[in-house]
């Protein structure tokens, strides 16, 4: 989701054909950020570069393909191609790009900022296939990671498509998208709720998240709806799968000359209660929503020599969409990133985190 107009301002991109080299590594050794969350640190390698000739900008989505390598998904813009890049990344951190696969339509043309906004990814390891969300209908589109040709898509319940197809409203659908350690369970998860759910009186929205049942590189079906309640103005933007019980959850929002807040929760699915059949989540009682705990909240984290290009509470916070489990850590934690969409921006910038996160 884009959380700025288009600016005037031309953004300055470096035309790069080799993968990129990773800086920006934290200044003062990281630190903690919350009793479960240890900042690790950040590098800004990426940030308004380019790979192969196409903006390495507007990074909406991650997903781990081993210990050290990741998919990062374009939420693109215009008429620049649908495209996901190939990420070698270390927990110090670094990062850089080392491929780039464009996404076409079954005709073999490439998707555009016109028919696709990219916001959620899984890749299906075994099959060299990704899953993408577009927000723009919703849809779940399935792709070749080999040549980026669409193969597929899974069904998406008639209510969840934009008004006046539906009931969600434009560029609040599906922000996310994450597959159990099975990968027989995926996860798309509303940015805002379906109009009859709505906003309550302290400005929680009232979310869904589609839970489908299926195999890797096979037919995936909705098999269960959860609700989800955010913290006060704030919104639902990513997901990631724990294990059978429990996932995280990272919810954002940007106020003009203050800036961004991010936080990052553990999400229960213990007795989660199926809301399929409920035409409205205003009236459910607080028991059918999920239960969240915060893990983190960023602005808490070390700035670690972070500079921000406008305001901001604490200059480490940008406009956070990606999130990832990565492996386990000595003392039991786990690896988490993050990673920031700069909407292709001059006063943005596409960031990304190290943490180590005790998921108890």
């Given at each position: 989701m884009r959380w700025h107009k288009p600016l005037a301002a031309a953004v300055v991109l470096t035309a790069l054909t080799t993968p990129l080299t990773a800086a920006a590594a934290p200044q003062d050794g990281g630190g903690s950020c919350s009793r479960d969350a240890r900042f690790l640190g950040f590098?800004?390698?990426?940030?308004?570069?380019a790979f192969e000739g196409q903006p390495v900008a507007g990074l909406s989505a991650l997903s781990m393909t081993g210990r050290s390598s990741a998919v990062a998904l374009v939420?693109?813009?215009g008429t620049t191609p649908a495209r996901v890049f190939d990420l070698d990344i270390s927990s110090e951190p670094t990062i850089s790009v080392d491929g780039m696969t464009i996404l076409r339509r079954p005709?073999?043309?490439?998707?555009?900022?016109?028919d696709f906004d990219g916001e959620g990814l899984v890749v299906e390891r075994g099959e060299r296939t990704l899953l993408a969300t577009s927000e723009r209908e919703p849809s779940i589109r399935r792709f070749r990671l080999s040549d980026g040709l669409q193969v597929g898509s899974l069904p998406v319940p008639a209510r969840f498509q934009v008004a006046p197809a539906g009931e969600a409203t434009t560029n609040?659908?599906?922000?996310?998208?994450a597959v159990s350690p099975d990968e027989r369970s995926l996860y798309a998860g509303m940015e805002g709720p379906l109009a009859p759910d709505g906003t309550d009186a302290d400005g929680r929205s009232r979310n869904r998240i589609i839970r489908y049942a299926g195999?890797?590189?096979h037919d995936y079906q909705p098999v269960a709806q959860y609700a989800y309640q955010t913290d006060p103005g704030l919104s639902l933007v990513e997901l990631a799968v724990v294990d059978r019980d429990e996932l995280l959850s990272m919810e954002r929002a940007f106020v003009p000359g203050v800036g961004n807040t991010i936080r990052v929760f553990t999400v229960s699915l213990r007795k989660a209660a199926d809301v399929t059949a409920r035409a409205?989540?205003?009236?459910?009682?607080d028991k059918v929503f999920l239960r969240k705990e915060l893990l983190f909240?960023?602005?808490?984290?070390?700035?670690?020599?972070?500079?921000?290009?406008?305001?901001?509470?604490?200059?480490?916070?940008?406009?956070?969409?990606?999130?990832a489990l990565g492996g386990h850590l000595p003392g039991g934690?786990?690896?988490?990133?993050?990673?920031s969409d700069d909407n292709n921006g001059a006063t943005q910038i596409t960031r990304f985190y190290s943490l180590a996160v005790d998921l108890r």
């Open positions: 590098s800004d390698a990426l940030d308004k570069t939420d693109n813009v005709d073999g043309t490439p998707y555009t900022g016109a609040a659908t599906f922000e996310s998208l195999r890797p590189g409205s989540l205003a009236d459910a009682p909240d960023l602005v808490n984290c070390p700035p670690s020599g972070a500079v921000a290009k406008q305001p901001q509470p604490n200059p480490l916070l940008d406009n956070v969409e990606a999130l934690r786990r690896q988490l990133y993050l990673l």
